[in-house]
Every structure is written in C-alpha cells, then in structure tokens.
C-alpha cells in the first residue's frame, strides 16, 4: 500500500491504478478532511454516496461536533473501490453556506419575506384546494429534479397521480435522463440499464457517443484509464465535435457536426451491415425489424454520411470495423446524442448496433445509457417523470389498475389517458394560463431550460402560483409566490440509484441548517394538510417516514424489471451497493440485464408500446402485438433529417452548451465550494483557432455570442474545438452577478440564446442545434479566459497557466486501500 | 385507362396536405412540437410531390408544371369545434382534426393509385405507393396523438 497527496483539481481522475483485462480494478481510498482536522478527531463516518454526478461513487461523510467535516471513498463498494471524483471531494462543503435558507418564505406586497411552516404551507393548501374546486387537477403541475431520494420521488409521484391526479407531474431529468429511457424503452421493451460499469473491466472495445466520461463521471473514466495504462488495453472510439480528454485517448476520434448524429450512425450500420458484421443467430433468436434497419441503412453509404456530418468517410468505415471487429464491445451514451436533433432515433442506433453484434448480456459486452445526476434513475423507476411508477404501461390498464391497487385508490384517480405531460408542456401550460400552481423542487428552470427571457416571464405571470422548495435563493426561487427551504445530502436519510442500478442508502450526517425540513417531510405534510385519503379513508400516502416510504416502493415495485423487494436498510447498511433486480430470486441483485436475450417487451409486461421515431406518436397497442408477438427486442430506425435551426448567413455558427468537470447544473453547490469555485469561475466561449483568426479574436478576449434569442457576453477560450462550432457551460446564471445595467445583466447564462425545440420521442430539449454568431468586443486585457486546462476547454496556447487548487485541494490516496 | 386522374388527384391532396402542414406550422409557431414536427411532415409531403410529378410525366401529365389547382383544405362542417373560432386552443384542436382528415384523404389515395398501379402492372409506380403511403397513415396517426396529447388541458381549462 502507498499514499500519495494530490491536488485534484489539477489531476481530477488521480494517480493511476493498471489492471489488464478481466482481472479486478485495483482499490485506491481517496479522502479530503476539513484544513485542520485530521482522521482520528472524526467522530462518526456516516455512510453515503455521490449526489453531484450519476456515478454513484460510495463514500462515507466525516462528522465532528455535529458538522461535516470531509468524506472518504469506501474501499469495498462495487461502483468506486474507493474513488472519489474533484465534486465530491470538494461541493460538500456548500452544506455549510451561511447563505442557506432556514426558513419559509412568503410572498406579501411583492416581496418575500419569512414567515412560519404554518403559514407557508397553509398558503400552498389554500391555493391547491381553490384551484381544484375551480378548474380540477389539471390545474396543478410539479416539476421536481434528479437529486432528491428514492423515498421522494415514489411520495410525490404517489401525491401528484394517485391523490391529485394530476397528469403534469415531470423532473428536470427530462433535461438529462429522458433520451437514455425512452431509448431502452424503444429497443427492449421497458427502461432498465443493460450493462454493468464491471463491462469496462473485459471490454476490447469502448465506443463513447456524446459522452464526455471525463467530465461527467470522473470515476468511471479513472476505470477506463486504469484499463489503458494496463496490459491488453481496450481501443477508444469516442463522437463528439469537441477535444475532451475522451478524444485524446481514443484510437479513433470522430467529430460530426451538431445535428447530424443520425446520418454518422446510419452510415456506421451500412457498413457494418454491409461487411455482414451481424450475428445473425442472435438477431434471428431475440430480435424483430432487423429489415427494416438494413434497408434503411442501405441509403446511407459512408460518402452520404460523410457529406451530412462533416467527417471524412474513411473515419465511418475505420468505426464500422473498430465495432464491427470487437469481441467484447461496451458503449455509453449521454448529452451529445440526447441533447441533439433525432435524440432518440439516434440513440436507439447505438442499442441496434448490440443487437445486430450479438453484444448484450455477458462481461464486457453491454451498453450503458447514461443519466447526468446523481437520482435520475429513481425518478424514472418511481415515476416522478413522465413515467408511470414501477415502469408501468400507462397505456396498459391492467398496469395502471395494478398500480391503483398498490396505492388502494381508484384507478380513475391516476390520469393514464394521454401521455403524462413532460416538463416543456408544463411550462407551455403555466405560460397559457391553464396550469396555475406550480410546484418546483430542487432545480432552476431560471437558468437550466432554454430560452430564459421566455422561461422568467411565464414563470414570473400573475395569474401562476409558484411554489419552489430549495436550499438557496436560486434565480427561480426569486421568482416564487411561496419558498420552502429544504434539507440536502447528508441531513436526510434515503435511498438512490446510480446510472448501473446499484442502489445506495444515505443516511443522515448531520441537523439541517434552521427550519429546512427534507422534501420527504414536506410532501408528506402537504398530503396531511390536504387530507389525502385512500379507498378506506386512511391517510394517503400511508407511509410516514424514509423506511417506511421505501418499503411501500417495494410492494409497487414488485414484480416489475426494477424489483426491489430483496432489499432493505439493513442490508444496504449491511454490504455497500446493491444493483436491482434484487428479490427472491436474486438475491444478490443484477449484474447484467438480458443475459438470456429475453426481455421485457411482450405486450402484457412492456413499458411502452412504442413511438413512431420521426413523429413521436404512440404506437397502438394491437400494431405492437402484431409487430412484436413474441416480446423480443426491437430493431427501430428513422431517416436522416435535417436539425431545425441550422447555422445561416446571419448565425454562421452551431451552438452547443454542455458541463465542465467542476460544476454542478446552476452551481447551486459547486459555486459555494471554493476549490471548485476557482477552477472555474466565469462563463467562456470556446472557439476552434481558424474561427478565431477570422474573427479577430485571441485567447481572453472578450466576445459577444448571440442567437436569435438572446445574447451574452463571455471570455473566448481558443481550443481544438471543431470548426464552426461555438461551446458554451451552461452553468452559470445569476445569483452569484451584481445585478445592474441594461437586461439586468442578463448576459451570462448560455440558455438566453438556445432555441425551444425537444426530441418528439423522449421530448428532451435540445441544447446542441442552435445557431449563433459571435463578435468581439473591446477589453480583452491578455487575461485568458476562465475555463479549466485540464478539460476539454484545455486552450491550444501553451501560455495560459494550468489550472490547480492549491494547498486547500490537497487529497489523500491510500493506494492498494485501507483506511487511515 | 383512367390512372392519370388517380396520379392527378393524389398529386393535388398531397400538395395540399403540404400546404396546410407549412400552415399549421406557421399559424401554431407558439407549440413548438407543433411547429417542428409539422415541418418535417411537411418535407415527406413535399417529397411525394415531387416524385409524383416525376411519374405523372411516364403518364403524359405535367404536374410539376402546376396546372392543377391544389383543391381548397375540405371545408369544415359547422360547429363548435369548427375552427372559425379567435380562441387558439379551439383553433388548434380544429386544425389537427382537420388534418387527420386530409391525411386520411391522401392515404386513401395512394390506396387508389397502388391499385392501378398493379392493374397496369406498373412497377415502377407501385414501388412508389409502398414507399409513400406508410408515411401518410404516420402523418395521420400523429394527428390523432397529437390531439389526443392536448385535448384534455384544452378541454379541462
């Protein structure tokens, strides 16, 4: 063993661990303590998991004299094997900011001030019973987040469909997660995550699609890179347009244009189609609409792909063979495809290319749809998205009455009679006048969801009653008729859920801050206040508490794909990590899903009866029954089609937003934590240097980007970004600006300027097409600009110094593992 | 030999459900899945356009040329959902039943022409039925899921 200190913001995936294929992934202990304390003065270490990213990396939280006082990996988690990734070692220190708000707020003469839990939520209740009477449950909307707990999501999806009965109930993982369920709901039949993060340790090839894994989850890719530095390495194919860590070590780098995912991944089956690079027993076995994809990939021959993407049609044929070739093939997913124009359909291209190999089910051979935060999984599986909880078929009324006989109401009550509104309806209907409450929790549609000049209006309407329950004075909240501080991570005890299903208990470190109560307690007195009852006349929901709450998950999730019956508190206390399904038959949980190439997708037991992959509709029921008799998986594909907005004349350049390693969504958190704070603390624009020379701008000028929709102003970062492509963080809004001149000052946050338009399939908005141009402005100064060396904003200039932490970032890794 | 009409009638439904796809998504710029997806159907249409004037020429028709006057979106019969209405929701509710019917009237008409396609044995002709109509019962079917998506806040508020 060996233990090495390292600054983490300057080396954020830390030292390397070499393992080769097929052996297990070395332990690495990492640890980050408060200055001054040292491990012996820790009074407890309070087991939890990462709530900054969707890895789900196992850590413990150092408490002393009641504060948190730092974390450390937990060596024998299947997820991390000790990791910790810059977020977590650093953002649980915004817990502690004195900016917390401790107590309700209210909105009286124009201005909010505090009040009592009573009057606060006497006003909630006065209004949700008005507008019931007046118009009914449509009246009502809850737009919730990827960050609460398991044990939130089930009660206030319990709340919204099953005592309300509202059908607009949606999270902000419809920003992050919906592409990557609707793509597994599309191929097989029902949502649930094929692969295994152990698929990274055999696989020979690991193809990244708009996943920048070094950024995103610092963790895994420590893994892919302990896996490059070993003996047998796998090869890299890595799509995105811009150079992130993933492309510098990849074997091929292929960088489409914005919008055209669909063609690059048509012309990638074409080949591989035509070299017949198919496991045809597979397909014939476990598969429907292979025909269908191999006569619409006929009409994309490399060179047509090749001239709608904008990358030479020799990398298409390159890729076709480095996938065509694998033996062990594992590919992620995320935000470069689910971001983008056709998200789904692309996506769905992704899982054919596994099914067409043969390469689902055993090690090394699997795909991973990702998901950005840390619990999006569990709104997903409980249905606090818009899907019905358990991964019910709300077309399905068999589900639908199954469900009610869980909750003990009437089927009646839970709305299955279109599908339920996804988060930009609802905010379509909050700016009609139709939906006239809404209730916001945990995220910062202000900043986060496209078009803010448009977003802020709506949301700042007279005639909307707006509820936002958070742990700061977001831009959104700002804006809010009633504010409910809320307790975080590590002031409240419940369950959640990582990208691979491993699920993970966190339990409560220290006091929330004041007033703040969890969410748990919040909705849950909401459905006291509002008399909630079930068929028998008890309170609804019946569950009263964190245990309780997630053993009523159970009993609904039983049966189902994400079946979590075999799992307790105990047992999570117990081990560390569990991956569902776990119950009587597995009671050890699920490493890998569809081992047998059986699925869950024959009409009675699927999620979904499917959607058209062009228009979005919903497939009928007895056209699935006829397409898909025996439940196999299925093989669907779409055209090629042009993005909405294309950079023109006027625009000339496709805009994309995306993260940085170091920050969180709207930097809630991240901005409050000083060693991620530095390493990243303005807006930038990145610019490829042949868009920079002919616009005249050199590294840390300042510059003006604008859309049709709005502009703002940001530092130029001079990168290796494909040209003709602008990138813009889109965590950065407003609370942390002096608010003066013209618009506010309005000029930061990247969403100003992206358009409205969603994937009609997963009804995802789409980030990553729109059009902008981009101008310089005077002052520049030689400073460069404020993005990070150590990402994919890494300048070309060999100038600009490199981006560190300092003394404060120091971290301990106890190499080999142990615990000091 | 009567397929000309057939080849012409379809020529003028089609261009019509174009048109009216272009204006449905100009009129309901504001619902933006509305508004996109009505162009990308409107690009299919557009499409059948162009390939039925191609085949009309092997028929001696020159439909590309526009004699044909696209006939008038079908008048809508009376009533409250009539769509004559300044209330846009009613409006939009109108508009995507009328357009489920046009769709309906375009599938019909492939129906139609794939018929005299394999009476004449017309190969050629036929390929170009199987390869436009689906589209047209997809363009129908998103009507209807369409409607059946915004109806019930429309109809509850």
Not at chain 1, 42 to 64: E, P, T
Not at chain 1, 592 to 605: E, I
Request: glycine share 8%; charged share 25%.
């Amino acid at each position: 063993m060996s233990v090495v200190s390292k600054d983490r913001i300057a080396e954020p995936w830390g030292s390397r661990t070499p393992y080769g294929s097929g052996q297990e992934w070395p332990v690495r202990v990492d640890s980050h303590l408060a200055e001054g304390v040292t491990p012996d003065q820790v009074d407890r270490w309070v087991r939890s998991a990462s709530i900054l990213h969707s890895n789900g990396d196992a850590l413990d939280i150092a408490v002393k004299d009641g504060r948190m006082v730092g974390v450390r990996g937990r060596s024998q988690d299947r997820v991390n094997h000790g990791r910790l990734g810059p977020k977590d070692l650093y953002g649980w220190q915004a817990n502690d900011s004195r900016d917390r708000l401790t107590r309700p707020l209210v909105r009286r003469d124009g201005e909010l001030v505090e009040t009592d839990w009573d009057t606060a939520m006497d006003m909630v209740v006065r209004r949700s019973k008005e507008l019931l009477d007046e118009q009914g449950s449509s009246a009502l909307g809850f737009y919730t987040t990827g960050q609460l707990f398991l044990e939130e999501y089930y009660t206030l999806a319990a709340i919204s469909r099953g005592a309300i009965g509202t059908n607009h109930l949606d999270g902000n993982t419809r920003l992050c997660t919906a592409t990557a369920s609707a793509a597994l709901k599309e191929s097989f039949g029902c949502d649930g995550q094929p692969g295994s993060y152990t698929d990274i340790d055999h696989a020979d090839v690991i193809a990244l699609y708009g996943h920048n894994m070094a950024e995103t989850q610092t963790v895994l890719w420590a893994r892919v890179l302990d896996r490059l530095a070993g003996s047998d390495p796998p090869r890299i194919l890595c799509v995105d347009p811009r150079p992130t860590p993933v492309a510098r070590e990849a074997a091929l780098h292929l960088a489409p244009l914005p919008g055209t995912n669909m063609a690059l991944m048509n012309g990638i089956l074409h080949e591989i189609i035509r070299q017949d690079l198919v496991d045809h027993d597979y397909v014939d076995a476990h598969t429907v609409g292979y025909d269908g994809l191999a006569e619409m990939v006929a009409d994309y021959p490399p060179e047509h792909a090749a001239e709608i993407c904008g990358v030479p049609a020799e990398q298409i044929r390159e890729a076709a063979a480095l996938l065509g070739s694998a033996e062990r093939l594992l590919s992620t997913v995320l935000q470069g495809f689910y971001q983008s124009h056709q998200a789904t359909a692309a996506s769905v291209q992704v899982n054919n290319i596994h099914l067409v190999r043969g390469m689902l089910g055993r090690p090394g051979a699997g795909v991973l749809q990702m998901n950005g935060q840390p619990t999006a999984e569990n709104t997903r599986e409980c249905g606090a998205d818009g899907d019905l909880t358990g991964f019910r078929n709300w077309s399905n009324d068999e589900h639908v009455a199954d469900l009610a006989a869980v909750w003990n109401v009437d089927p009646m009550r839970i709305p299955h009679y279109s599908p339920p509104t996804h988060a930009m309806q609802i905010m379509r209907y909050a700016e009609k006048g139709s939906i006239r409450f809404l209730w916001i929790s945990a995220t910062n549609p202000a900043v986060s969801l496209p078009e803010l000049e448009r977003i802020r209006s709506l949301l700042a309407q007279e005639g909307l009653f707006l509820v936002v329950q958070d742990l700061f004075m977001t831009e959104t909240a700002e804006l809010a008729d009633v504010v409910l501080p809320a307790a975080t991570w590590g002031e409240k005890t419940g369950t959640f859920t990582n990208t691979d299903r491993t699920v993970h208990l966190s339990d409560k470190a220290v006091d929330p801050p004041g007033e703040a109560r969890s969410d748990l307690d919040i909705f849950l007195d909401y459905a006291r206040r509002m008399d909630f009852r079930d068929k028998d006349g008890a309170p609804f929901p019946q569950w009263h508490d964190p245990e309780s709450a997630f053993e009523a998950w159970k009993r609904a999730s039983a049966g189902r794909p994400c079946d979590y019956t075999g799992i307790t508190y105990d047992k999570l206390r117990g081990g560390s990590g569990v991956q569902w399904p776990c119950n009587d038959d597995n009671p050890d949980g699920t490493e890998r899903l569809y081992a047998d190439g059986r699925f869950w997708a024959s009409s009675d037991v699927c999620e979904t009866y499917g959607r058209d992959m062009v228009t979005g509709a919903p497939q009928e029921p007895s056209d699935y029954k006829a397409m898909n008799p025996d439940g196999k998986a299925i093989i669907r594909t779409a055209e090629y089609l042009p993005p909405h907005e294309e950079p023109n004349e006027e625009h000339p350049f496709a805009l994309i937003t995306g993260r940085t390693l170091y920050h969180f969504h709207t930097r809630t958190k991240t901005g409050r934590a000083p060693q991620l704070q530095r390493a990243a603390p303005e807006v930038w624009v990145e610019v490829s240097p042949s868009d920079a020379r002919e616009a005249g701008v050199s590294e840390g000028d300042l510059v003006e980007v604008a859309s049709p929709r709005g502009t703002i102003r940001a530092r130029a970062r001079i990168n290796d970004i494909r040209p003709g492509v602008l990138f813009v963080p889109f965590h950065y809004g407003y609370w942390d600006t002096v608010k003066d001149g013209e618009a506010g000052g309005r000029d930061r946050a990247a969403n100003e300027m992206t358009v409205t338009d969603w994937d009609p399939v997963s009804k995802q908005p789409l980030f990553k097409t729109s059009a902008a141009r981009l101008r310089p402005l005077d002052g520049g100064g030689h400073v460069p600009a404020p993005a990070p060396t150590t990402t994919a904003s890494r300048p070309v200039s060999t100038e600009v110094s490199e981006t560190h932490g300092g003394p404060d970032a120091a971290t301990e890794e106890r190499i080999g593992g142990g615990v000091s | 030999m009567k397929i000309h009409l057939a080849l012409h009638e379809l020529y003028g439904s089609e261009s019509a459900l174009a048109d009216e796809l272009l204006r449905m998504a100009d009129q309901h710029a504001d619902e933006h899945e509305v508004r996109h997806v009505s162009m990308d159907l409107a690009r299919w249409s557009r499409e059948h356009v162009r390939e039925l004037a191609a085949a009309g020429e092997r028929y001696g028709l020159n439909l590309g040329d526009s004699e044909v006057d696209a006939p008038e979106p079908l008048p809508e019969e009376a009533g409250a959902l009539s769509g004559d209405s300044s209330d846009p929701e009613l409006l939009l509710l109108a508009d995507l039943r009328r357009l489920h019917r046009m769709a309906a009237g375009v599938s019909l008409d492939w129906d139609l022409l794939g018929q005299g396609a394999q009476v004449v044995a017309d190969t050629e002709l036929l390929a170009l039925t199987k390869r436009c109509h689906p589209r047209s019962l997809r363009q129908m079917t998103w009507a209807d899921a369409m409607l059946k998506t915004v109806s019930p806040q429309i109809l509850s508020s």
